[in-house]
């Protein structure tokens, strides 16, 4: 769908296939229908089975209006109509979304797809529900201030409502002033003011706080929630295939697996898989540092070991002096050289032994 949306808008006429790049054109939109028709089917199979419950799956929202507006464009199309492009924009729109469908099927997309529809549904939309009222306050405020300054014409921005609350989405989208302050009174220039701290500085640094906050509630049981949409997938296929029934699963039921370990599988479903690198990380930072403390350890015996063969190495010396002297004063000085010796061989050998043991 997407080589034909691109190669219709470079088009002159897209009801004409005069080129080997319109008639590769002719094929894609020829199975982009056939495709659409196929979902249509499915999608009304499943309102025949499921009747409510069909309306418990949100992807059944992008589903069927994506098949249905595809399908409307080529009535459209025909007339040569304008109104088909806005169409097809939607279309295209609702039928990449359906690929998120899938995205449990590898472990990163599907954690990360979870984050996403975590934060589509629960923060953003309390975001927008306090920026709205910031939003009306301040266009109410600001266009009543503008009016009795008589400043409401001076630009073309702030000439009506509508532009005010354009003005103000504008604000946040950018999160700077669109006007300059010269161009505005005293009371506007506080109101102006008043709404850019509150919303580039206030309402922005909440979003990003929320965000962070669901990031860590989500990695938490991202590997879990995984599984469970696996399993989903599943079930939806056979719920909604046309040729197996209902209770598929329940009457042809074979066990092809079976968990031994049941810890094991508990353990990896507890460890999302985002956070299986920072606890890697974390690991060899442990290491490092006990790693660190044994070294120090040996070069402190080491020290000690120089120090006890300095000492010995100063004996021997002196020993040989003594030689060289008298006999009573050989044997005397012999006699206490060799008693430091053996205080001295003592540590030495026991710092050996410790050395060994490390």
């Known amino acids: 769908m997407t080589y034909t949306s691109v190669v219709a808008v470079s088009a002159p006429d897209p009801l004409v296939y005069d080129s080997p790049t319109q008639i590769v054109r002719a094929v894609t939109e ?7 028709f196929c979902t249509l089917l499915s999608e009304i199979n499943q309102i025949r089975k499921h009747k409510k419950e069909y309306l418990h799956d949100p992807f059944n929202y ?5 098949s249905v507006l595809i399908l409307s464009a080529i009535p459209l199309r025909v007339l040569r109509l304008n109104e088909q492009w806005p169409v097809l924009s939607v279309a295209f729109l609702l039928w990449v979304l359906r690929v998120f469908k899938y995205a449990a099927i590898l472990r990163q997309t599907g954690a990360y797809a979870q984050i996403l529809w975590r934060v589509m549904r629960h923060d953003f939309i309390q975001f ?20 009795g300054e008589h400043s409401m014409e001076l630009n073309s921005e702030t000439s009506s409502f509508w532009e005010i609350l354009f003005l103000g989405l504008k604000i946040l989208i950018e999160a700077e002033r669109i006007i300059e302050y010269s161009e505005l009174r005293p009371m506007s220039c506080i109101i102006m003011v008043m709404f850019l701290f509150t919303c580039c500085v206030v309402l922005l640094n909440i979003l990003i706080a929320q965000l962070s906050d669901t990031y860590q509630n989500v990695q938490q049981d991202a590997q879990r929630g995984l599984e469970v949409n696996r399993a989903w997938i599943v079930a939806r296929v056979e719920l909604n295939s046309l040729y197996l029934g209902k209770n598929h699963r329940t009457s042809h039921y074979k066990e092809s697996e079976a ?4 810890k094991e599988v508990l353990e990896r479903w507890e460890t999302p898989p985002l956070n299986e690198m920072n606890k890697h990380i974390q690991d060899i930072y442990e290491s490092l540092d ?3 403390m044994n070294l120090l350890t040996v070069r402190n015996r080491l020290a000690r070991q120089e120090s006890t063969l300095g000492k010995i190495q100063e004996q021997l010396e002196l020993l040989i002096q003594l030689q ?3 006999g009573n004063q050989r044997d005397s000085s012999l006699s206490k050289i060799l008693h430091d010796n053996d205080e001295d061989v003592q540590p030495l050998n026991k710092n050996s032994l410790e050395n060994n043991n490390s």
């Open 324 to 326: 060289k002297g008298g």
């Open 259 to 262: 968990i031994i370990d049941v």
């Open 30 to 36: 020829i199975w982009t229908c056939i495709m659409a």
């Open 290 to 292: 006990s790693h660190k």
């Open 62 to 66: 992008i589903d069927l209006p994506s």
């Open 128 to 147: 927008t529900v306090v920026f709205l009222v910031m939003l009306l306050a301040f266009s109410g405020a600001f266009m009543l201030s503008l009016k």
